[in-house]
């Protein structure tokens, strides 16, 4: 546990210790929809670009008005925090990202660059060969860039690696749906976001390690089990704010948390249309659910699989995939008589405003409302 959290807090010498090791390259990527698989056959570590909070003089000018999380992805750049990263590859997405991704290319641009064209209505007939032909190119460019051949042996040795690590990832999350957890909300997205920029074999070592270890821990308390929705996080001081008013984290539908784990690569001959598939079938992000809506439905069964009692919906301000997908959410929530709260955060979080909004949705949790019993306002186990 305490690994995967050093990790996180020391990315940037991870990545660079990585890189002097195995003498290999860094890429970085944005959004979950990123192959990785095709980038880690080409020997490369994919590196998500987390973003965090800094002191800011440089976006104001370049990138105003877009949401903080991709301003402070462009500032730990012009920082130098990113120094180790050899590439850049953004894929059709959110436009924040893209403009995060445009223009840090205009104040770097010796780095590797490619933009990856992922359908937007991702269950269209044309959108398999689409994604086919979009990892074709992209393989080409890398094996050109490196000087190496991207073959079938490498993709299947990247598959496995990378389906393992779902895998692994999702019994983390099974953990989580006992009444009395042995692993914390705030615990499980630690290990989520280091994931993110691990090299993912190295990940999987730890991983069945720490699981290995957290089966014999002795349970958390059975509490208030929250489901947490919204824009995609980047650190964890929601979660502690929730454990410390007695609740719990117990599930979520996030970008970088559910979304990115619920299903793996199924073994094809043809491997790249194998990798396509999987991303293509992964659970729609909000801003690819645009014609037929899925979200709804899958939020609905997460909440149930996890037994939550309410829900927080925590949105990026000028976050727009989520704040128009937001009414659909809140249709659900209120058709189902779900306990819920909505707020707006940027890379910092209102501690004592979201302390008030959370105390409330826990204070209009009652057991029988949602769950019939087994769980008190003070935490305690009622039996
Ligand atoms: S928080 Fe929203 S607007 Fe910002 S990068 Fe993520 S999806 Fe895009």
């Given at each position: 546990?305490?690994?995967?959290?050093?990790?996180?807090?020391?990315?940037?010498?991870?990545?660079?210790?990585?890189?002097?090791?195995?003498?290999?390259?860094?890429?970085?990527?944005?959004?979950?929809?990123?192959?990785?698989?095709?980038?880690?056959?080409?020997?490369?570590?994919?590196?998500?670009?987390?973003?965090?909070?800094?002191?800011?003089?440089?976006?104001?000018?370049?990138?105003?008005?877009n949401c903080?999380c991709t301003r402070?992805m462009?500032?730990?750049?012009?920082?130098?925090?990113?120094?180790?990263?050899?590439?850049?590859?953004?894929?059709?997405?959110?436009?924040w990202?893209?403009?995060a991704?445009?223009?840090?290319?205009?104040?770097?641009?010796?780095?590797?660059?490619?933009?990856?064209?992922?359908?937007?209505?991702?269950?269209?007939?044309?959108?398999?060969?689409?994604?086919?032909?979009?990892?074709?190119?992209?393989?080409?460019?890398?094996?050109?860039?490196?000087?190496?051949?991207?073959?079938?042996?490498?993709?299947?040795?990247?598959?496995?690696?990378?389906?393992?690590?779902?895998?692994?990832?999702?019994?983390?999350?099974?953990?989580?749906?006992?009444?009395?957890?042995?692993?914390?909300?705030?615990?499980?997205?630690?290990?989520?976001?280091?994931?993110?920029?691990?090299?993912?074999?190295?990940?999987?070592?730890?991983?069945?390690?720490?699981?290995?270890?957290?089966?014999?821990?002795?349970?958390?308390?059975?509490?208030?089990?929250?489901?947490?929705?919204?824009?995609?996080?980047?650190?964890?001081?929601?979660?502690?704010?929730?454990?410390?008013?007695?609740?719990?984290?117990?599930?979520?539908?996030?970008?970088?948390?559910?979304?990115?784990?619920?299903?793996?690569?199924?073994?094809?001959?043809?491997?790249?249309?194998?990798?396509?598939?999987?991303?293509?079938?992964?659970?729609?992000?909000?801003?690819?659910?645009?014609?037929?809506?899925?979200?709804?439905?899958?939020?609905?069964?997460?909440?149930?699989?996890?037994?939550?009692?309410?829900?927080?919906?925590?949105?990026?301000?000028?976050?727009?995939?989520?704040?128009?997908?937001?009414?659909?959410?809140?249709?659900?929530?209120?058709?189902?008589?779900?306990?819920?709260?909505?707020?707006?955060?940027?890379?910092?979080?209102?501690?004592?405003?979201?302390?008030?909004?959370?105390?409330?949705?826990?204070?209009?949790?009652?057991?029988?409302?949602?769950?019939?019993?087994?769980?008190?306002?003070?935490?305690?186990?009622?039996?």
């Amino acid at each position: 546990m305490k690994t995967f959290k050093e990790i996180l807090e020391n990315r940037h010498a991870y990545a660079k210790s990585w890189k002097a090791k195995t003498g290999r390259k860094v890429l970085g990527f944005y959004d979950t929809y990123f192959p990785e698989e095709v980038a880690y056959a080409a020997g490369l570590m994919p590196v998500r670009i987390l973003a965090e909070h800094e002191a800011d003089d440089v976006t104001d000018r370049l990138m105003y008005g877009n949401c903080y999380c991709t301003r402070d992805m462009l500032n730990q750049f012009a920082r130098g925090r990113y120094d180790y990263i050899d590439g850049l590859v953004s894929i059709e997405s959110c436009q924040w990202w893209y403009n995060a991704f445009d223009t840090t290319l205009i104040m770097f641009p010796d780095l590797f660059s490619h933009y990856l064209f992922t359908p937007d209505y991702l269950d269209a007939r044309t959108s398999k060969d689409v994604m086919r032909s979009e990892l074709s190119v992209f393989a080409e460019r890398l094996e050109e860039w490196l000087g190496t051949k991207i073959t079938d042996e490498k993709l299947d040795d990247a598959i496995n690696v990378y389906n393992k690590n779902r895998a692994l990832l999702r019994r983390i999350y099974e953990l989580r749906r006992f009444d009395t957890p042995v692993i914390l909300g705030s615990e499980t997205m630690e290990i989520m976001l280091a994931n993110q920029v691990m090299d993912k074999a190295e990940a999987n070592v730890m991983l069945e390690s720490l699981l290995s270890d957290i089966e014999k821990r002795e349970p958390y308390q059975d509490c208030v089990r929250l489901m947490l929705l919204g824009s995609e996080t980047y650190d964890v001081s929601l979660e502690r704010l929730v454990e410390s008013l007695g609740a719990n984290v117990v599930v979520d539908e996030l970008d970088n948390g559910t979304g990115c784990i619920a299903n793996d690569v199924i073994p094809l001959k043809d491997r790249l249309m194998a990798i396509g598939l999987r991303y293509l079938g992964k659970p729609h992000s909000a801003l690819k659910d645009s014609i037929w809506r899925r979200r709804q439905e899958r939020i609905f069964q997460l909440y149930e699989d996890w037994q939550a009692d309410g829900v927080i919906i925590a949105k990026q301000i000028y976050c727009h995939p989520h704040g128009t997908d937001m009414y659909a959410v809140w249709k659900l929530l209120r058709e189902r008589n779900i306990p819920y709260i909505t707020f707006e955060r940027d890379t910092t979080l209102p501690q004592e405003e979201t302390r008030l909004a959370v105390e409330g949705l826990i204070s209009q949790i009652e057991p029988g409302r949602t769950r019939i019993a087994g769980w008190s306002r003070s935490g305690a186990k009622t039996g």
